[in-house]
């Protein structure tokens, strides 16, 4: 079984770190299985790659996946705006690889921050375009447009002020997955504090422009190539992109480590009480455990016992019906009452009255009449 660490006391999410051993291990199986499966794949294909490697496989660019799956959903809704967390070995390590920034208004400033001797060249060198919103809107607003735009830059950084409104004017083209979504790179001046808070902006003041300095710039740019990107979902599995499989055993289980430490820390809801599994994986390969939870639900009250369901439904279904007793004979909880009776009876209570009436009166002036047959005899 894979080890996993107790949690100590209920509802605790004291937990120090995951395995180092395990994950080094699973690492070295996962690269190994990745490099034997694409030489494998190079020798049944019929065409030869002329980019491959040495060995005939070309896995260099292959991406391993870091998936967390917990016992309850961490995010209410999708979020279109990516996490980062901080990395020891950097995704984003290729120097011929093109960077578009997305500012706010206007994009002359920040071009002309970029472009300064104070920024770092090698930066500048691969940040290619610099766009703000409102040309952004303008000129990219056609799926054509989003579409060369998408394929000109590997990378595009987006102004934290504006990040939100992007879905909507760059549309699937680069949110229906998430290989190209802008990163949130946080580009205002950081103005001083006075007396404890920070100054209000004076907006009216055009010629004062919100942007940082080209050093913060570019710390800022430089901390967001250096992350794992991390997008929620209403789900109960989060992937993360960690490495790649060209990498050393070491480099992946060190951001395995950082990236499990980040996404727990900050967006998992009860951190640890309320993960159940970790695992590392491929785009195509099986997912290698690192670490496992000994309790698969946090809560007693998660857990539903079959015999109080089946009790519930059963005293649900026999309301109002008859059921059949230990000796066969059929019995009613709650006999019907005669209705047929008390129309009876009403029938009688509430009787033909003016019959009656009719033979009282016709029996009374019978006897009257004997009465008087009878008087007249006796006087004759």
């Not at 000109?152 to 879905?167: C, K, S, T, Y």
């Not at 008390?342 to 029996?363: M, S, W």
Request: net charge positive.
């Amino acid at each position: 079984m894979v080890p996993s660490k107790e949690l100590g006391v209920a509802g605790s999410s004291a937990l120090t770190s995951i395995d180092p051993d395990q994950t080094l291990k699973a690492s070295k199986a996962l690269l190994a299985h990745i490099k034997k499966a694409a030489k494998q794949s190079a020798i049944d294909s019929p065409k030869r790659n002329l980019l491959g490697d040495e060995d005939g496989g070309d896995h260099d660019d292959t991406p391993v996946w870091l998936t967390l799956t917990t016992k309850r959903h961490i995010a209410d809704k999708t979020r279109l705006k990516p996490g980062k967390i901080p990395i020891p070995h950097s995704l984003n390590t290729d120097e011929t690889s093109t960077i578009c920034a997305i500012t706010a208004n206007p994009q002359r400033a920040y071009k002309n921050i970029i472009g300064s001797d104070e920024f770092p060249a090698e930066l500048s060198k691969r940040i290619t375009r610099v766009i703000d919103l409102g040309k952004l809107k303008s000129k990219y607003s056609q799926y054509d447009a989003q579409r060369k735009l998408f394929s000109e830059h590997d990378i595009f950084v987006a102004d934290e002020r504006i990040i939100n409104r992007l879905p909507k004017v760059l549309g699937k083209t680069f949110f229906k997955n998430t290989a190209k979504r802008p990163i949130p790179v946080f580009l205002q001046a950081k103005r001083a504090k006075v007396d404890g808070k920070r100054p209000r902006r004076d907006k009216t003041n055009t010629e004062d422009v919100n942007a940082g300095t080209a050093a913060d710039i570019a710390r800022e740019i430089e901390k967001a190539l250096s992350s794992a990107l991390v997008s929620l979902s209403p789900s109960t599995n989060t992937a993360v992109r960690i490495g790649y499989a060209n990498w050393t055993a070491e480099q992946i289980a060190d951001n395995v480590d950082a990236v499990v430490t980040g996404l727990v820390g900050k967006w998992v809801p009860q951190q640890w009480r309320n993960v159940r599994s970790i695992y590392i994986k491929g785009p195509n390969t099986a997912a290698l455990p690192i670490w496992q939870t000994d309790e698969l639900w946090m809560d007693e009250k998660d857990v539903v016992a079959d015999a109080e369901e089946d009790n519930s439904k059963a005293e649900k279904a026999n309301v109002g019906k008859k059921r059949k007793s230990l000796d066969g004979a059929a019995e009613s909880e709650s006999p019907a009452p005669k209705k047929k009776a008390k129309k009876q009876v009403a029938a009688v209570d509430n009787g033909n009255d003016d019959k009656l009436d009719k033979q009282i009166a016709e029996r009374k002036a019978k006897l009257k009449k004997q009465k008087a047959a009878a008087k007249k005899a006796m006087d004759d």
